[in-house]
């Protein structure tokens, strides 16, 4: 696992998404995204539909750079067919010049199943969709033609032709069945957290190494060519790191110790951040984080920007 990356010389002041991709930090939006969005987030009770209007708006933020890479964080599998998701996630490679991630998760917001007239299987049956569908995916966009029979899908024949850009794939969840799949077909592991009905301790650093260790249990050899992803749901600047863990302890509905300890929640002055997700790097191995742009109660991403300068412009931890 790579540590943070350290900053490189610029020919032109870094904008807020350059200095963000060379932190390994993403911002992921409640509204209009800049680096990221998905169907599965607490924001706002939404159904989003993945076609090249909704994510090529994604790319088209970008297009200044050439290194910001962008993508949904994360779609529910079970919205789409993988072969059609392969084939727009091929699309979107092409046209950006192989800068896609593309995240999947197996889908948890009952809600949003309901108000499509959709059954919302229990959680092994989506996970076991989802280990399919990524299958399928990682394949065709690996330029293969793709024949299987499996329990959820069954294609025939199916191939994107030779000319595909590769697309890393994340596949982010809390509980262990996805945790399962990630650790088979993913490149990108995405820990959240939370997931319902699950006990506030996910959060803290203890329930992250609980994580960390079912995943290497799950994956065995191939763990090592895993990157780890989090995904920060509190972020706040601030003097006070005590006020600021009350105030997220209420939102996460925590205790202030599980906020103070969470690898989840980012408050403090920016030297304090930027040391705390050093310190997470080199315990655990993360090398990626995403924050949120504009949720509600939440600074915009604007705010972050200092840590993002020193994350930039300080050397690479070593261990």
């Not at 192989?98 to 092994?124: D, H, I, Q, T, V």
């Not at 939370?194 to 260790?213: H, K």
Request: aromatic share 6%; charged share 25%; hydrophobic share 40%.
């Amino acid at each position: 696992m790579g540590a943070l990356p350290r900053g490189l010389v610029a020919e032109r002041p870094l904008t807020q998404l350059e200095r963000a991709a060379r932190a390994s930090i993403s911002i992921r939006s409640c509204g209009q995204t800049m680096l990221g969005d998905d169907d599965e987030h607490r924001c706002v009770p939404r159904i989003e539909r993945w076609d090249r209007d909704v994510v090529g708006s994604r790319w088209a933020s970008t297009r200044p750079t050439s290194r910001i890479r962008f993508g949904p964080l994360v779609l529910n599998n079970d919205l789409r067919h993988p072969v059609v998701l392969a084939q727009e996630a091929s699309a979107l490679a092409r046209w950006s010049g192989g800068r896609l991630e593309l995240g999947l998760g197996a889908g948890y917001n009952r809600s949003e199943y309901e108000r499509l007239g959709l059954a919302f299987a229990p959680l092994a049956v989506r996970a076991k969709r989802l280990a399919e569908a990524a299958m399928i995916i990682r394949a065709l966009l690996a330029g293969e033609t793709v024949t299987m029979e499996g329990e959820h899908y069954t294609v025939r024949d199916v191939s994107l032709g030779t000319s595909t850009q590769r697309v890393p794939l994340l596949i982010g969840g809390n509980s262990a069945e996805v945790l399962a799949v990630a650790a088979m077909h993913a490149d990108y592991v995405g820990l959240v957290g939370y997931s319902p009905g699950t006990s506030t301790s996910d959060l803290a650093r203890s329930g992250l190494e609980l994580q960390i260790g079912r995943l290497r249990g799950f994956a065995g050899p191939r763990f090592a060519e895993l990157e780890l992803h989090v995904l920060v749901q509190w972020h706040e600047i601030t003097s006070d790191r005590q006020a600021a863990a009350a105030r997220a302890a209420s939102e996460l509905e925590a205790s202030e110790e599980v906020a103070l300890d969470s690898p989840y929640a980012l408050f403090g002055t920016p030297e304090e951040i930027a040391e705390q997700l050093h310190g997470d790097a080199r315990r655990f191995g993360i090398s990626r984080w995403t924050i949120f742009g504009d949720r509600p109660g939440l600074a915009p991403a604007g705010a972050f920007k200092p840590v993002l300068e020193l994350l930039a412009d300080q050397p690479r931890s070593s261990g």
